[in-house]
């Protein structure tokens, strides 16, 4: 496992509302590597996004990705720097 840590971004948007309470706990459960967030709404598109900077080593920040990944409705995309 790395240990060396990062910043990184996760811009999510939300296309639906059906997974929102699986969103919400696992942001819950990532929480200590998010150091700062702000959410979009969207109303004439019917969309939300939230913008998350984080810090942590590339395999926590892959796995908060990766769960974010598989909700249905929701799309992602993360970037890391050295």
Do not use: H
């Amino acid at each position: 496992m790395s240990e060396e840590r990062r910043f990184g971004t996760i811009i999510i948007v939300i296309e639906t509302k059906e997974s929102i309470a699986r969103l919400n706990t696992i942001l819950s459960y990532f929480s200590e590597l998010i150091i700062g967030r702000q959410g979009i709404v969207l109303r004439e598109r019917d969309l939300n996004i939230i913008s998350l900077v984080l810090e942590g080593n590339p395999d926590e920040i892959g796995a908060f990705s990766g769960q974010l990944g598989r909700l249905r409705g929701i799309k992602v995309k993360t970037t890391l720097i050295k």
